[in-house]
C-alpha cells in the first residue's frame, strides 16, 4: 500500500523561511513524477510545484517562482518544498502527490497518489 506522509509544517512570520517535506513508502519512487499542492479554507486544490523523475524537469506556479524550490531524494524516497519569503497568502494545507505519466503537471487529477498535508500558517 502507497503512503506520501509529510511533516515539516507550522507558523512562521511573513518573510520567513520553512520547508516541507515528503516521504513515501510502498511504491517505486524513483518512478514516479512529484508535485506540491495547497489548499485554504473555501479554495481549490492549487498547484505549487513539479519535478520529474530524476529531477529532469521542474515548474512553479507563478504565484512561487523565486521564492520556492522543489527537489528530490529518491535514495530517501523524499521530495522537499524549501520555502523562502513566506506571505500570508502562503498559509494553506500543503500536500504532495506522486504519479506516473503526469501530462497536465499543474492539475491534481493526474497525480495518483497523495499525502494527507502539512499546515502550514504565515502570519503578517
Known amino acids: 500500500q502507497v503512503h506520501l506522509v509529510e511533516s515539516g509544517g507550522g507558523s512562521v512570520q511573513s518573510g520567513g523561511s520553512m520547508g516541507v517535506s515528503c516521504t513515501g513508502t510502498?511504491?517505486?519512487?524513483?518512478?514516479?513524477?512529484l508535485g506540491w499542492f495547497r489548499q485554504s479554507p473555501g479554495k481549490e486544490r492549487e498547484f505549487v510545484a513539479h519535478i520529474g523523475v530524476g529531477g529532469n524537469s521542474i515548474a512553479y506556479a507563478d504565484s512561487v517562482k523565486g521564492r520556492f524550490t522543489i527537489s528530490r531524494d529518491d535514495v530517501k524516497n523524499t521530495t522537499y518544498l524549501q520555502m523562502n519569503g513566506l506571505k500570508p497568502g502562503d498559509t494553506a494545507r500543503y500536500y504532495c502527490?506522486?504519479?506516473?505519466?503526469?501530462?497536465?503537471?499543474?492539475?491534481?487529477?493526474?497525480?495518483?497518489?497523495w499525502g494527507q498535508g502539512t499546515q502550514v500558517t504565515v502570519s503578517s
Open positions: 502527490a506522486a504519479g506516473i505519466g503526469v501530462v497536465r503537471r499543474r492539475d491534481p487529477n493526474d497525480y495518483r497518489h
Open positions: 510502498g511504491l517505486t519512487f524513483s518512478w514516479y513524477e
